[in-house]
């Protein structure tokens, strides 16, 4: 069973730059579909990004986010830039070992990292 591990998280100014990591357990994982979600106090869990058989990216942070992988180190990246105070959230990696899910649902997903919190100050 894959474990997942987010880092990069932080408090950054409206207008700054993060880089998320996700390293995973599993050297097998370049085989993965592996996804970025969000989860802000009283909303839903979003989706942001996905890698798998094509790149995925939601509305809200496409032109703003870019998702990538190091196979290398089992790693995948989520690189978010121009951050606003309303994308301070719980960044969430999920990861499946399907390339047939829908990448958008957050419960197609059977792996999860815990979390990393990111504040974006105004």
């Known amino acids: 069973q894959v474990q997942l591990v987010e880092s990069g998280g932080g408090l950054v100014q409206a207008g700054g730059s993060l880089r998320l990591s996700c390293a995973a357990s599993e050297r097998t994982f370049s085989r993965y579909t592996v996804g970025w979600f969000r989860q802000a106090p009283g909303k839903e869990r979003q989706f942001l990004a996905a890698?798998?058989?094509?790149?995925y990216y939601a509305d809200s942070v496409k032109g703003r986010c870019t998702i990538s992988r190091d196979n290398a180190k089992n790693t995948v990246y989520l690189q978010m830039n121009s951050l606003k105070p309303e994308d301070t959230a719980v960044y969430y990696c999920?990861?499946?070992?399907?390339?047939?899910?829908?990448?958008?649902?957050?419960?197609?997903?059977?792996?999860w990292g815990q979390g990393t919190q990111v504040t974006v100050s105004s």
């Open positions: 999920a990861a499946s070992t399907s390339w047939s899910i829908r990448y958008y649902e957050y419960y197609d997903y059977k792996y």
């Open positions: 890698d798998g058989s094509s790149t």
